[in-house]
């Protein structure tokens, strides 16, 4: 799947990996459908579009992000008609960028065009660099009769989507991705040549931006760029032909093409009609140094209050057109056609290699200033088009841990060993021997220090030299502390942490404490053959980092019978603390997980509580996920039996009981309507397509944490309502980074990484 999202930092977990028919092979009706149901999800939807000139029924889809932002596409043609992102000053928030006409003009559309000459002319044409004029010209656009199908579709929840659309012509296949995010979109081409010939291309990407009035319309960002007068490349797209391009208007003297001209003001005037390419002249692209064209530059539209951001990304060339008078035309309202482009040097193509170019376009006028757009096209050390597979590469086990009778690990660090249990007691934890001695010896320094606790565990505390600081409960791995450092200079309590009596919890008559709360691991896996194991016992195998950056404490559990291994990394930094667990599945059959990391954190009440960021998430909810840490309100039902199975009877009683603010009613579903949500009824809950990063407040304790996940796709929430005591034992909120309604599939030889960040922006 080829990904213009950021993915480096927001995984989804699973893909369709499906190919549609061609859009000329199937009814516009039939298509849609076809569409829908291999590609359609939150944000993505097929449908039919009338061209009201021609009455022509076409296939499009519709691109739309959680704060309303939209993009239509058709299909078959890769034709951007419309682009509406959010700004502020309008009654419905949202304002049409795209100049689009009917009959398919305008708009954004892709240009690329063949312009290989036979091998005998080639042998004669002089050096390109020394030409001003195209080197070639061109045997015509190679996307000509193309037939597009739509690739693949990709999700960022609900807050980045993007269709990638593909065709082949002669020996090229041509991918073409169009993404949208909430205050920008981008579009991006890739070549390859699978021929034995190269062949050389000319290309652009080019938009027709609407300005309100043809006064107060102009560039920002081209001084001190070369230009000279240039028709456009010739496209189906066009309003203005090449030639309608070039003709001046009747108060102007008619440009030179080829002689060039620097831009000597900050803002270019888009009132006179002209036709350019900034670029640096081809003359001097021989030298060693030379001057090249901004990657970026602004559209300025007074009219409409909007400043627009186009971003080149693989293109040498910048092409803008003016159409003074000749606007009218068309229409009221103001137009111009601009775009990143290879036009006077051709790009080659060599046998086998490939091509990519790029474009962004980013509302600088909008609600928020999130920066997404050039920081993930083209990372420098991967190409434009990255695969994003949620399935990392395959981590195998040494061959001496696959003996279905080994009951040891041996690690390198003094060649001690600890037994690994392959089993998965619900509650008693299996004790491994440990020394804490040993283990400060070994690894306490830098700020890391280990403490005894009882017979059974022991404690990790990780203290950055910032004062934020955490602690971890071994061998469960649970995390019981998280203090970060806030901006009056102390630190604060995150987590909420209980320790009980057994008895008390569980009315077994059993003594030893119980320690529940905190961020805690809860996965299970399922295998063919009635395979079923939960990692609760975990081992540390390293310590890394040191107290004035971060410290990361790493552990791993495994089943070595069935060759499943976790691990289990937990980083301390000056605003973060974040958990990252790892799988890998060695088995020669495919494993499905479902899980939590589960974090409860502390409040003074539900009741001054919001969630800030989950409009528009779908929810469902859901009776309580209970694990061995989950916090159990005094008017829950106990089981005496186990803390991880209880009675959906119990529960129904809990939950049919008269809420605070809400009464919960087991799987039913909705959209959350509110940004600003209230956290003060009884609540449980998982948001599908709920955005990555989101934003807890609490106004008792004027204090804020920013909850993050990757790999995950679910998002669950429970609260125990407001009627507990103020800062009690049931103050808390209980958030979860989850696989819980839909399972994450491993295939034999893969792994997956899964991750929550809980960022302090206090600090």
Not at 418 to 431: E, F, G, K, R
């Amino acid at each position: 799947m080829a990904s213009l999202l950021p993915f480096s930092l927001l995984k989804p977990t699973t893909f369709c990996k499906a190919s549609s028919a061609p859009a000329t092979t199937a009814s516009p009706s039939a298509l849609v459908e076809s569409l829908n149901d291999q590609f359609g999800r939150k944000g993505i939807n097929f449908l039919e579009s009338t061209d009201t000139s021609t009455n022509v029924i076409t296939s499009i889809v519709e691109l739309s992000v959680r704060n309303g932002s939209s993009l239509k596409l058709q299909l078959s043609n890769a034709h951007v008609t419309s682009y509406r992102p959010k700004v502020y000053w309008k009654d419905d928030g949202f304002e049409e960028v795209l100049y689009t006409l009917p009959q398919s003009k305008g708009g954004i559309g892709l240009v690329l065009n063949d312009v290989t000459q036979p091998v005998a002319a080639a042998a004669k044409k002089p050096d390109p660099f020394r030409k001003s004029e195209p080197a070639a010209a061109a045997k015509g656009s190679v996307l000509a009769g193309a037939e597009w199908s739509v690739k693949n579709v990709d999700s960022d929840s609900f807050d980045a989507v993007q269709v990638e659309l593909s065709c082949t012509s002669g020996t090229l296949d041509i991918t073409y991705v169009v993404s949208l995010y909430p205050e920008s979109m981008a579009s991006a081409v890739l070549v390859k040549n699978n021929g034995c010939k190269a062949i050389d291309l000319t290309s652009a990407i080019l938009s027709h931006i609407k300005f309100k009035k043809r006064g107060g319309s102009g560039i920002q960002g081209l001084q001190g760029c070369s230009y000279c007068a240039h028709p456009p490349l010739s496209s189906p797209f066009e309003i203005l032909s090449p030639a309608e391009a070039m003709k001046a208007d009747s108060s102007q003297s008619p440009s030179k093409p080829g002689q060039w001209t620097t831009q000597d003001v900050p803002i270019t005037i888009l009132k006179d009609k002209f036709s350019r390419v900034y670029t640096a002249p081809p003359s001097e692209r021989s030298k060693r140094f030379y001057r090249t064209p901004p990657s970026k530059y602004e559209t300025i539209d007074q009219g409409r209050e909007l400043v627009f951001r186009v971003i080149r990304m693989g293109y040498d060339d910048i092409y803008l057109a003016s159409p003074g008078s000749l606007s009218e035309k068309y229409g009221r309202e103001y137009f111009i056609c601009t775009g990143p482009a290879s036009m006077l040097v051709p790009v080659t193509v060599d046998p086998g290699e490939g091509w990519r170019g790029a474009q962004n376009k980013r509302s600088e006028y909008v609600f928020g200033w999130n920066w997404i757009s050039r920081h993930f096209l083209f990372p420098s050390n991967t190409s434009l088009l990255t695969t994003t597979k949620s399935i990392n590469s395959p981590t195998s086990f040494p061959p001496h841990l696959l003996s279905n009778s080994s009951r040891y690990i041996t690690f390198n660090k003094r060649d001690f060993e600890l037994p690994i249990s392959v089993t998965s007691p619900s509650v008693a934890y299996p004790q491994p021997p440990f020394n804490v001695k040993y283990l400060e010896s070994e690894f306490g320094s830098h700020g890391v220090s280990f403490a005894e606790l009882g017979q059974s565990s022991y404690v990790v505390r990780m203290l950055l030299e910032n004062g934020s600081a955490a602690s971890i409960l071994m061998p469960s791995g649970l995390i019981t502390s998280y203090k970060p450092k806030m901006w009056h200079g102390s630190s604060i309590e995150v987590l909420h942490t209980s320790v009980s009596e057994r008895g008390t919890m569980y009315g077994d008559g059993g003594g030893g404490p119980v320690i529940q709360g905190g961020v805690s691991l809860a996965l299970n896996f399922v295998g063919e053959n009635g395979f079923s194991w939960s990692p609760v016992s975990w081992v540390l195998t390293d310590v890394k980092g040191n107290s004035q950056d971060s410290i990361q404490v790493e552990m791993i559990s495994r089943d070595i019978g069935n060759m499943v291994e976790v691990k289990y990394s937990i980083t301390l930094k000056d605003d973060t603390l974040s958990s990252e667990v790892s799988v890998s599945n060695s088995r020669s059959s495919q494993l499905e997980l479902r899980g939590s990391i589960l974090s409860h954190l502390t409040l003074s009440s539900p009741d001054a509580t919001y969630a800030i960021g989950l409009e528009g998430s779908n929810y469902v909810n859901k009776l309580p996920t209970i694990s061995d840490f989950f916090i159990m309100p005094p008017n829950m039902a106990k089981n005496k039996k186990t803390s991880q199975s209880w009675p959906l009877s119990s529960l129904k009683e809990w939950f049919g009981a008269k809420s605070d603010d809400t009464e919960i009613n087991e799987q039913t579903e909705g959209e959350e309507k509110d940004n600003y949500k209230h956290l003060s009824g009884k609540m449980s809950r998982i948001y599908t397509c709920a955005p990555r990063n989101f934003t807890i407040i609490d106004r008792g304790k004027r204090n804020s944490v920013i909850v993050g996940r990757r790999g995950f796709g679910e998002l669950y929430m429970y609260s125990p309502g407001s009627s507990h005591e103020l800062y009690g034992k049931y103050a808390y909120l209980c958030v979860g980074q989850s696989a819980l309604l839909k399972p994450i599939t491993l295939d034999p030889e893969q792994s997956w990484i899964g991750e929550q960040r809980l960022h302090n922006p206090n600090l």
